[in-house]
């Protein structure tokens, strides 16, 4: 190990957003959850919970992902509530991604999101998205505003997108340049990021 690569670990870890999450909720297609995991630790998301309950978990290819999921720890949960309940207990508002199919449900720009807060951003398959269960058990719902003849962008579009927002908020508020882990929770980071 040189130097320079213990250096860079150290970095990437100080800038983990310890409060920023995603859930991916029955997304089939391997390649969309490759795509969604690069870009989550590109953003220097950590943590992903995977809810399958629908469907088999995906096999993410180390290739088409560049080997982000090596970099981000995952939970697996087999459905909606024991999920959503282990976030509440972590204090987390839950968003959930979802185009209304009428006027009353009630849905807020993704733009008028306090990504700065403990936030947990739910994303459901390419054919159903988000499950009514996961709609109800959310805090709000937050689309992504739209100008064009289709209704909705690939679910990683849509990731990144909704990502990218968090990443401005948080950059604006001076959130990656300290750290909200603990001192030995670091240090458990670097060992793992160490024997990869």
């Known amino acids: 190990m040189t130097e320079k690569r213990l250096n860079k670990f150290k970095n990437v870890i100080s800038r983990r957003q310890k409060y920023f999450t995603l859930v ?12 969604i995991f690069r870009t989550a630790e590109c953003a220097g998301i950590d943590m992903v919970y995977l809810v399958y309950n629908t469907s088999e978990f995906p096999r993410i290819s ?11 720890e ?22 959930s991604t979802h185009i209304p199919e009428n006027k009353t449900c009630i849905s807020y720009s993704l ?23 996961a709609i109800n058990f ?30 401005r908020q948080r950059m604006l508020k001076g959130m990656y340049d300290k750290t909200f882990y603990t001192g030995k929770e670091l240090n458990e980071k670097l060992k793992k990021y160490l024997s990869k």
């Open 62 to 72: 180390k290739t088409s992902s560049a080997s982000a999921n090596k970099w981000i």
């Open 111 to 133: 733009y008028d999101i306090d990504y700065t807060k403990k936030i947990a951003l739910v994303f459901g398959n390419e054919h159903s998205g988000v499950s009514d269960e």
């Open 74 to 95: 995952v939970k697996r949960f087999n459905n909606v509530k024991d999920c959503f309940l282990e976030l509440r207990k972590q204090k987390y508002k839950i968003y």
């Open 24 to 35: 991916l909720e029955n997304i089939h297609d391997a390649h969309n959850v490759s795509a």
């Open 138 to 167: 959310s805090d709000k719902n937050l689309v992504i505003p739209m100008f064009g003849m289709v209704q909705s962008l690939n679910v990683s579009v849509s990731a990144a997108i909704c990502i990218y927002e968090g990443v």
